[in-house]
């Protein structure tokens, strides 16, 4: 079984703060994302990765950045946290060649104060 | 702008009916369609998945309906159970590239 964890289940932070939410995944899978998920917004995507060293913007990118420096963890990183940054962080992965069967993390809940 | 609307957005039924939802899309290039369930705390996992190749599948009490004239297709949940209830999204997807996602149905089942 694919197996992603996330670093946090839950974290609070305060606006201004540099905030690092990780992901690590053990399938040795090429691609990663990173959504967000908002109550009557679906999931959004961020960032994805197809490969070590590089990403692709997602449809929401502003405010975040990523980095992935090895190939089973894909980070997401809020330079600056803001109140509207707060929500329902999810990390995925698929196999290689594929974007279609996405395997989730349990999500980390971030607020921002 | 939403590729992939999807409805209700929320939904309760009674123990042993049957829930169904839709989503409808606008691009005809799509040529994968999935469905994800999400129970509270989790992320979501793929559930079921068609292409528009056939027309239905299933998989025990759910079935996708594929209708490409109408641009539409539906998850049905037979005899729904207490268990069910969570949130499902439909999604599309073109060659084997970026899921588009619906914006989700919240289900409950009464017991």
């Known amino acids: 079984d694919v197996k992603v964890t996330q670093s946090s289940r839950y974290l609070v932070k305060r606006t201004g703060e540099k905030v690092f939410l990780e992901c690590v995944q053990d399938m040795d899978h090429e691609n990663m994302f990173w959504y967000r998920q908002d109550p009557g917004l679906g999931l959004r995507l961020i960032y994805f990765s197809y490969d070590v060293k590089m990403k692709e913007k997602g449809d929401i990118p502003e405010g975040y950045s990523v980095s992935r420096e090895k190939k089973e963890r894909f980070s997401l990183i809020l330079e600056s946290a803001s109140t509207n940054q707060t929500s329902m962080y999810l990390c995925?992965?698929?196999?290689?060649?594929?974007?279609?069967?996405?395997?989730f993390g349990p999500g980390t809940r971030l607020t921002v104060l | 702008q939403q590729q992939v609307k999807q409805s209700p957005q929320s939904l309760i039924v009674q123990k042993g009916g049957i829930s169904i939802i839709n989503c409808a899309y606008e691009n005809t290039a799509f040529d994968y369609f999935p469905w994800y369930q999400q129970f509270p705390g989790k992320g979501p996992a793929l559930l079921i998945a068609i292409r528009p190749d056939v027309s239905e599948k299933k998989e025990g009490r759910f079935t996708i309906s594929f209708n490409k004239s109408a641009k539409q297709f539906s998850l049905h949940i037979m005899d729904s159970q207490p268990g069910d209830s969570a949130t499902y999204f439909c999604?599309?997807?073109?060659?084997?590239?970026?899921?588009?996602w619906g914006l989700g149905t919240s289900l409950g089942v009464n017991p």
């Open positions: 995925a992965t698929t196999p290689p060649g594929s974007y279609n069967e996405q395997f």
């Open positions: 999604a599309a997807a073109i060659n084997n590239r970026k899921l588009i």
